[in-house]
């Protein structure tokens, strides 16, 4: 007694390209998967942990569209929401958060305005802040990309990490680029390295094609939560199946 | 009619909307007149304890909150809104608080290597049964965002614990009010749950 651990999470991750929900493969070749509102419900029915919306419309920046989505999920959603894509301004993270989101999703501003990332997590709380870094392999090294996997950043991934350790941020999302919509299952030694360079919690991204690439990624890299697309989309999986597996692996969920 | 005191701390969207869910109306108030319409008080509150306290101080809401406690109605504090409840509070200076449920609000010192803040699914150990907790199993998880925890109000008010590196409490209860550090409105099935059994509860236990 007196001590216990945080339960591990599972978080669907919906993309939005305008009214509709898309998935990618390595960050292209978008497939519709349907409504984003119907497609929220249901998992809040299945007990995801979060829900992590992610406006990826190139056209149409700004967050407008997150703004619509917060007015309209949080009528079906009763648990945590976190929201993200173009957020490039304080403002901006502000106004998400006074319309509903728990938690604002920021990548690319991290890379040309870390100021910003700082200020969110001081006067809106660490908390409400997950970073965001997408990652490809290339010739044996790490890199860094940027604006939906379009632009090469030059820094290095310990680097970045320390960079959004220092400005404040509650938590990492390491997301990788070439495993993204394969359902060949997430990157293990990208996941165990991100973990074993921060102390803020870790929530791997890329890969989910079985539960047995949740349990791999649960048990060998310390991760606190997985996020998962493709694994949901295109397949009879849930949320509710998913932590019905793992639990028989002994990993900890919420109990509800 | 269900009332959702208005501080301009946080975002009400997501408690209004709970209250919509659970089949109830609601009205936002902002003044000490608008208690009259309410058969129901919940205070929710994000920030920081001193602000809360001051916001609450400066619109009258402080004295209108105690004569809506004294008029047996029933009151339900959400994460800062029960710790509002507490007698005084540390953060951001230290202050007083409402003083209706005793006890101090200290930051939270889990020990163990846990962070703080507490963000995450976390259950509750309740200690007794009440109307609030009906239907609801033991051990249940709710969802948690804070640093800071009560301390030291008496143990028949405490009605919920939960395990986070140290024990702390996680539900108040003292006649006809109520507290919770979890966010009910987030916390889907059961959450709602316990929001609904607050609607109909006449107050006393």
């Known amino acids: 007694m007196g001590w216990s651990v945080l339960k591990k999470r599972i978080i669907p991750v919906q993309l939005l390209l305008g009214e509709r929900l898309t998935k990618t493969i390595q960050f292209n070749s978008h497939r519709d998967v349907g409504d ?15 829900l992590i919306f992610l406006n990826i419309n190139r056209q149409k920046q700004g967050i407008q569209p997150l703004l619509e989505i917060l007015e309209a999920v949080s009528e079906e959603c009763f648990m945590p929401l976190a929201v993200g894509g173009g957020i490039s301004e304080f403002e901006m993270a502000r106004q998400l958060i006074q319309n509903g989101a728990d938690k604002v999703v920021v990548n690319s501003v991290s890379y040309s305005d870390i100021k910003t990332v700082s200020r969110i997590c001081e006067n809106l709380g660490s908390q409400a802040v997950i970073a965001a870094v997408d990652v490809r392999y290339e ?87 997985l996020a998962c697309g493709s694994i949901f989309n295109f397949g009879d999986n849930n949320p509710l199946r998913a932590k019905a597996y793992l639990s028989n692996h002994g990993i900890p969920f919420k109990v509800v | ?82 710790q509002l409840l507490a007698d005084n509070g540390d953060e951001g200076g230290g202050s007083k608080g409402l003083g209706l449920i005793g006890g101090s609000v ?11 803040p507490h963000v995450g699914w976390n259950s ?36 919920g614990k939960t395990e986070y590196g ?40």
Request: glycine share 10%.
């Open chain 1, 36 to 50: 984003p509102i119907k497609s929220s419900k249901i998992y809040n029915d299945q007990c995801a942990d979060e």
């Open chain 1, 139 to 225: 010739n044996g090294a790490w890199s860094l990309w940027s604006d939906c996997g379009r632009v090469k950043e030059l820094v290095t991934l310990n680097d970045h990490l320390n960079c959004l350790s220092g400005a404040g941020v509650g938590e990492i999302m390491i997301n990788s680029i070439d495993r993204d919509g394969t359902m060949s299952g997430y990157d293990i030694p990208l996941l165990a390295y991100v973990v074993s360079r921060v102390s803020v919690p870790v929530i791997g991204c890329g890969g989910a094609g079985t539960y047995e690439h949740m349990r791999d990624a649960f048990m060998n890299t310390g991760v606190d939560a």
């Open chain 2, 1 to 82: 009619m269900i009332g959702i005191i208005d501080i301009g701390l946080c975002n009400l969207r997501s408690i209004s909307k709970a209250i919509d869910a659970c089949g109830f109306d609601f009205q936002l108030i902002t003044s000490p007149d608008q208690f009259d319409l309410v058969t129901h008080c919940i205070l929710p509150g994000v920030g920081s304890f001193k602000v809360g306290f001051e916001r609450l101080v400066l619109s009258k809401l402080d004295i209108a909150i105690s004569n809506f406690i004294a008029s047996k109605r029933p009151l339900l504090g959400v994460c800062l809104g029960m």
């Open chain 2, 106 to 116: 200290r930051r939270l010192e889990p020990g163990n290597k846990m962070r703080v």
């Open chain 2, 124 to 159: 509750i150990e309740f200690q007794y049964r009440h109307p609030i907790t009906e239907g609801l199993k033991q051990a249940r998880d709710f969802y948690f965002v804070h640093s800071f925890h009560i301390m030291g109000c008496k143990p028949e008010s405490i009605l």
């Open chain 2, 166 to 205: 140290t024990q702390f409490v996680s539900a108040t209860a003292r006649s006809n009010v109520l507290g919770v550090q979890f966010h009910p409105e987030k916390s889907q099935a059961n959450g709602l749950k316990l929001l609904e059994n607050f609607c109909l509860w006449d107050g006393r236990c």
